[in-house]
């Protein structure tokens, strides 16, 4: 079902692929990565390269829901994005914690990610499957000649 929360194993798997990022090897270290799951080489190396971030250095996290604001961070990591020179501004702009207002701004000027109809970007608000999935496929349309 699409419109479940995404979670961090899908969420990284889905921007390595998307971005052609190199999988890793092993765990990353991660005690809650277990060694020969299909999502094991995506952490390992959507880490190592930097485009994702761990919970803390012995957590990963693999089933947990994921923000938007944690996936605009990964999407512009992964895709090289630099932010406008005039960003967007948002309703709740304050919320956006001060780390992601580059890569949120990157995001939704290059469309893949935007405000609901009350201008809020909410930062913290969950990102679905569904809207994950959306967000990938534009960005595969947009990458295609």
């Keep these: 079902m699409l419109e ?3 979670d961090m194993d899908s969420t990284i798997s889905m921007s390595s692929d998307t971005s052609g990022l ?6 990353g270290g991660f005690l809650d990565v277990n060694a020969g799951t299909w999502y094991a080489p995506y952490v390992a190396g ?3 390269d930097g485009v994702a971030q761990p919970l803390d250095p012995r957590h990963f996290g693999p089933f947990q ?9 990964w999407i512009a990591a992964a895709l090289g994005l630099q ?8 309703a709740d702009q304050g919320k956006i914690s001060a780390g992601a207002q580059g890569a949120v701004a990157a995001v939704v000027a290059a469309g893949y990610m935007q405000a609901n109809a ?6 913290e608000g969950t ?3 569904l809207a994950a999935a959306q967000m990938l496929a534009q960005i595969i349309d947009s990458m295609s000649p």
């Design 65 to 73: 829901a994921i923000t938007r604001q944690t996936q605009a961070v």
């Design 46 to 48: 959507g880490v190592a």
């Design 4 to 6: 479940t929360p995404g």
């Design 22 to 27: 190199p999988k890793g090897v092993g765990t």
């Design 83 to 90: 932010p406008p020179k005039s960003p967007p501004t948002f």
């Design 118 to 123: 009350s201008g809020d970007f909410d930062p």
């Design 127 to 129: 990102m679905t499957r």
